[in-house]
T-cell receptor, first 114, second 111 residues
Framework: DADVTQTPRNRITKTGKRIMLECSQTKGHDRMYWYRQDPGLGLRLIYYSFDVKDINKGEISDGYSVSRQAQAKFSLSLESAIPNQTALYFC?????????????FGSGTRLTVV | GESVGLHLPTLSVQEGDNSIINCAYSNSASDYFIWYKQESGKGPQFIIDIRSNMDKRQGQRVTVLLNKTVKHLSLQIAATQPGDSAVYFCAGLGGSYIPTFGRGTSLIVHP
């Protein structure tokens, strides 16, 4: 089983719909992140959480919300999806101040908003 | 904040050649850098890292060089193989220890 699991892998949704992307991890890491990837723009941080009671906005949080249900679970919601939120979304975890900060990414969720 | 970018969007090499992928950063306070490899349909995978108190670090067929004077780092892949074809990202970490990613360089290896 993957260390960081994202569901669904692919999703097509209509403009205005609410959608939730889920992430679960078996790494035991406290830190979890949501990134968005667009062609030519690299990975941009949406939200991050350093522990269950901690939620922080990243550089592009508008239009998104998150919930850290447990150490192992971090979900990303689009309350009212719009076409420019079509992108590849990645969840990642890290152990923080370790030898290599232990960043592990999930396989991604490809979201299309029509 | 950190700004990290790569010099070339695409690099094409012949199998067996050495590849060099470059990256520049803007935040002189960054003290840790990571290179990731992203294959098609997958998430980024850690390749190698380097701290700012080092100027070179070697892994298996990969070497990362850091030049703090000009805020530049590079990833060298020796004897490039078709399996090395992927998008490569550099990431820099400053005080927040949250990485800022560059835009990526697509490495294409021709047999």
């Amino acid at each position: 089983d993957a260390d960081v699991t994202q569901t669904p892998r692919n999703r097509i949704t209509k403009t205005g719909k609410r959608i939730m992307l889920e992430c679960s991890q078996t790494k035991g890491h406290d830190r979890m992140y949501w990134y968005r990837q667009d062609p030519g723009l690299g990975l941009r941080l949406i939200y991050y959480s350093f522990d269950v009671k901690d939620i922080n906005k990243g550089e592009i949080s508008d239009g998104y919300s998150v919930s850290r249900q447990a150490q192992a679970k971090f979900s990303l919601s689009l309350e009212s999806a719009i076409p420019n939120q079509t992108a590849l979304y990645f969840c990642a975890t890290s152990e923080g101040f370790g030898s290599n900060y232990g960043y592990t990414f999930g396989s991604g969720t490809r979201l299309t908003v029509v | 904040g950190e700004s990290v970018g790569l010099h070339l969007p695409t690099l094409s090499v012949q199998e067996g050649d050495n590849s060099i992928i470059n990256c520049a950063y803007s935040n002189s306070a960054s003290d840790y850098f990571i290179w990731y490899k992203q294959e098609s349909g997958k998430g980024p995978q850690f390749i190698i890292d380097i701290r700012s108190n080092m100027d070179k670090r070697q892994g298996q067929r990969v070497t990362v060089l850091l030049n703090k004077t000009v805020k530049h780092l590079s990833l060298q892949i020796a004897a490039t193989q078709p399996g090395d074809s992927a998008v490569y990202f550099c990431a820099g970490l400053g005080g927040s220890y949250i990485p800022t990613f560059g835009r990526g360089t697509s490495l294409i290896v021709h047999p």
